[in-house]
């Protein structure tokens, strides 16, 4: 791995590390490149399943369908959070008009340091909170984790843009490249891989036979060595070892 380089620039460089951590080409590693997919896949899976440092926070954008309530979402969308009618009170000019804007736009802008003030501005913003409530800003939704269905629980009457708030899954492109994660995930395919060798080579619990008698393998070996590394691992994850986000304060 170059010096410069901050993780792995992709899947085939990790599996060239492992490799060479495994000590494959100065003895015979019965691993397949399959297996160190399975290992990294495991790796991956797992990081995503314990880690917040595999999620972060955005925007995605779509246009609805007249008489459409269903959408499906792209795959790496976890979790839905909320969903905004771009057009409604936050724009002051153009089709999206919005007179509360432009009484907003007028006070502030047009006659700054003559009227208004911090209270006034704190009063209106939730004016126009209260507003959107009522006339619909937001849409509420049915959301499904598995189907990535989203459902909006209204009629929509007519196409418009949605931008919808949206916790998604960094791409593993991404999270091999991580300062934080790469570590993480390199370790623990490196286990991974372990605990395959030792469980292939455990079947020959009595040996193969040698040219000076049975030769003895170290499956067993192998296998408690991944497990307690992979213990370790997880257990860094809930430290807050590998960079993820602690908790915030909780009471109780």
């Known amino acids: 791995m170059a010096q410069d380089q901050i993780g792995y620039k992709s899947r085939e460089e990790l599996i060239k590390e492992l490799q060479l951590r495994l000590a494959d080409g100065m003895v015979d590693v019965e691993l397949d490149r399959e297996h160190y997919d399975v290992a990294i896949d495991k790796a991956v899976g797992i990081y995503r399943q314990l880690s ?17 309530t269903e959408y499906i979402l792209p795959d790496e969308v976890m979790e839905v959070r909320r969903m905004y009618r771009r057009g409604i009170g936050t724009n002051s000019g153009g089709t999206n008009f919005d007179p509360f ?3 907003f736009n007028n006070m502030y802008m047009l006659q700054a340091g003559q009227i208004g003030g911090l209270a006034v501005f704190d009063a209106f913003s939730q004016y126009k909170e209260t507003l959107g409530r009522v ?3 937001e849409y509420n939704f049915l959301w499904n984790r598995n ?9 929509v009457r ?5 931008a919808v708030g949206v916790y998604n899954f960094i791409p593993e492109s991404i999270l091999l490249r991580d300062v934080y994660s790469s570590n993480w995930l390199g ?15 455990s079947k020959y619990a009595s040996g193969l036979p040698g040219a000076g008698g049975a030769i003895q393998l170290n499956g067993d070996a192998l296998k408690n060595e991944a497990l307690t590394e992979m213990q370790t691992l997880k257990d860094s994850v809930h430290n807050y070892e590998e960079g993820n986000t602690p908790l915030g304060f909780v009471i109780g």
Do not use: C, P
Request: glycine residues 6%.
């Open 187 to 201: 370790s623990y395919s490196l286990a991974m891989s372990k605990m395959m060798l030792g469980e292939a080579r």
């Open 52 to 68: 917040s440092g595999s999620v972060e926070e955005s925007i995605i954008f779509f246009n609805t369908e007249k008489d459409v």
């Open 135 to 137: 006339f619909g800003s």
């Open 147 to 155: 189907t990535k269905q989203l459902k909006i629980l209204r009629n």
């Open 101 to 103: 804007d432009v009484a």
């Open 158 to 162: 007519h196409e418009e843009e949605i």
